[in-house]
């Protein structure tokens, strides 16, 4: 059965710190490339940033560039995204996603909710 289950989200400060992990299960996890979505309510899902599954090539929205970093431990067969500096407009449910060779190998996680306040 395949799984993504993130975990690491909560309610912080402007300026903190957070630390997301999707751990994988199900499927081969170094296969894949691994991306952070984003999703506040009423808007559509945007992608923050993504990994590579051969050569750990990594992409970021602009917007996050700097403060976030994107990872992997294909031993662990988990991601993560250090969120450092978070701000108020990074607040959403973040989600894992892993994506592999064809469309049929695309899979989610059920999300993680960040929230940014003073």
């Known amino acids: 059965q395949v799984q993504l289950v993130e975990s690491g989200g909560g309610l912080v400060q402007p300026g903190d710190s957070l630390k997301l992990s999707c751990a994988a299960s199900?499927?081969?996890?170094?296969?894949?490339?691994i991306g952070w979505f984003r999703q506040a309510p009423g808007k559509e899902r945007e992608g923050v940033s993504c990994?590579?599954?051969?050569?750990?090539?990594?992409y970021y929205k602009n917007s996050v560039k700097g403060r976030f970093t994107i990872s992997r431990d294909n031993a662990e067969n988990t991601a993560y995204l250090q969120m450092n500096s978070l701000k108020p407009e990074d607040k959403d449910v973040y989600y894992c996603h892993a994506e592999g060779p064809g469309p049929e190998y695309d899979y989610w996680g059920e999300g993680t909710q960040v929230t940014v306040s003073a």
């Open positions: 199900g499927f081969v996890f170094d296969y894949y490339a």
């Open positions: 990994i590579s599954s051969v050569d750990g090539v990594t």
